[in-house]
């Protein structure tokens, strides 16, 4: 148990490190700075301005550093909000968030008794609900980059579903384990959640780039 107790105290402390930083930013008045006023319009306002206005700040920025001339185009300028980046960003958390449940489904962690009846009922149920999950956010993300936002929304909202059914599977876990597995589970559905509602606020598709056609001399 050992193996846990460490997993479990570095979860927690870069947990409330996260919520700490979140719910500090989302006191600053909506009309500070265009992150705040826009996430003030969204689900869990503080963990989007906390989390994902800082990960769509670094993204702009480095995007700045190396197009100077070009780069609000890709993701808005730094400071500035672009939805479409602000959802990407979101999906990004929520696949991270994703990625620790499913590790644990897999068995790729250590330190966890695998062969207790409530773990096993857990693993079995949702092992592979998770799997599927995680496929439908990253098809999510791709139809987000081509602009398919009811591809995006659609499939964003599945993968929700599927976690909220796990969620309720992992209900008999005790301690260390259900600690991990609900944070981990909550901050994927939270971060769909957010994704989901600015999708909502995007136009239905973006218009397709001309094709480009070949002159031959």
């Given at each position: 148990m050992a193996g846990t107790s460490s997993l479990l105290v570095l979860f927690l402390c870069a947990s409330a490190a996260l919520h700490q930083h979140a719910a500090g930013?989302?006191?600053?008045?909506?009309?500070?700075?265009?992150?705040?006023a826009t996430c003030m319009t969204g689900p869990y306002p503080e963990l989007c301005v906390g989390e994902l206005g800082q990960r769509l700040l670094d993204i702009q920025t480095a995007i700045a550093s190396a197009a100077p001339n070009g780069g609000a185009t890709i993701a808005g300028a730094p400071g500035q909000v672009d939805v479409k980046a602000l959802v990407a960003v979101a999906l990004q958390a929520a696949s991270e968030a994703g990625a620790v449940a499913a590790s644990?489904?897999?068995g790729k962690l250590p330190g966890f008794n695998t062969g207790v009846p409530d773990f096993r009922k857990c693993l079995g149920n949702?092992?592979?609900?998770?799997?599927?999950?995680?496929?439908?956010?990253?098809?999510?993300?791709?139809?987000?980059?081509?602009?398919?936002?009811?591809?995006?929304?659609t499939l964003a909202s599945r993968s929700l579903t599927d976690v909220s059914s796990c969620t309720v599977s992992c209900k008999d876990l005790n301690g260390d384990v259900r600690l991990i597995i609900a944070q981990s589970l909550t901050e994927f559905q939270k971060m769909l959640q957010i994704a989901i509602a600015f999708i909502n606020k995007m136009k239905t598709n973006e218009p397709m780039p001309p094709p480009v056609r070949e002159i031959t001399p």
């Open positions: 930013a989302a006191r600053v008045s909506p009309g500070a700075s265009p992150i705040v644990i489904f897999e949702c092992s592979v609900t998770m799997s599927s999950a995680m496929q439908k956010l990253h098809g999510a993300s791709a139809a987000l980059r081509s602009g398919n936002h009811d591809v995006a929304k």
